[in-house]
T-cell receptor
């Protein structure tokens, strides 16, 4: 599985935007970029995913670099509930991976009131 | 609520014992994934089943086994338990394309916390 690199931790203030970066220089053409987050004492929760174009949903936006070697998860207005570990994951669409997710260490996001 | 149900939520047992963790996927989801989360290893993929058939194996020990039943629920069996098996075990499900390939989201349960004493 291709590897992703994320900062170990980031901090933000409530109601401010948060940009969580992810580097994935060995991404293949068929890898989708997925973001999940894990709140304390809960299972991982899907946030967003994309292939080439920027994506928006009710939770966040995903900005993908033109060469796809990096991406940024954008939380437009952080809330205390957004404090979690955020995982950037490359997910193969074919081969024997059958879409399994390979989690890295993720970024611990702390949101200050 | 993801729609994925895992039981039991907590389990305490002794070394050498055997336990079974159960997962009910979201209604209609044919794929079930099992993950282990420990403090030192993070979230590790164990195994994936699609419509009753094993599709992919990850870092699953030989002492562990899983199966998916005709009603699509899945069980993870852990035997000859060791202290190091203490962890959170998550089940996830997803809608899958033919043959189990999937590029969409996974829905995770709240996990089963296993403590081996």
């Amino acid at each position: 599985d291709a590897k992703t690199t994320q900062p170990n931790s980031m901090e933000s203030n409530e109601e401010e935007p948060v940009h969580l970066p992810c580097n994935h220089s060995t991404i293949s053409g068929t890898d989708y970029i997925h973001w999940y987050r894990q709140l304390p004492s809960q299972g991982p929760e899907y946030v967003i995913h994309g292939l080439t174009s920027n994506v928006n949903n009710r939770m966040a936006s995903l900005a993908i670099a033109e060469d796809r070697k990096s991406s940024t998860l954008i939380l437009h207005r952080a809330t205390l509930r957004d404090a979690a570990v955020y995982y950037c994951i490359l997910r193969g669409a074919g081969g024997t991976s059958y879409g399994k997710l390979t989690f890295g260490q993720g970024t611990i996001l702390t949101v200050h009131p | 609520d993801s729609g994925v149900t895992q039981t039991p939520k907590h389990l305490i047992t002794a070394t050498g014992q055997r336990v079974t963790l159960r997962c009910s996927p979201r209604s209609g989801d044919l794929s079930v994934y099992w993950y282990q989360q420990s403090l030192d290893q993070g979230l590790q993929f164990l195994i994936h089943y699609y419509n009753g058939e094993e599709r992919a194996k990850g870092n699953i020990l030989e002492r562990f086994s899983a199966q998916q039943f005709p009603d699509l629920h899945s069980e993870l069996n852990l035997s000859s338990l060791e202290l190091g098996d203490s962890a959170l075990y998550f089940c996830a499900s997803s809608v899958a394309l033919a043959s189990g390939w999937n590029t969409g989201e996974l829905f995770f349960g709240e996990g089963s916390r296993l403590t081996v004493l």
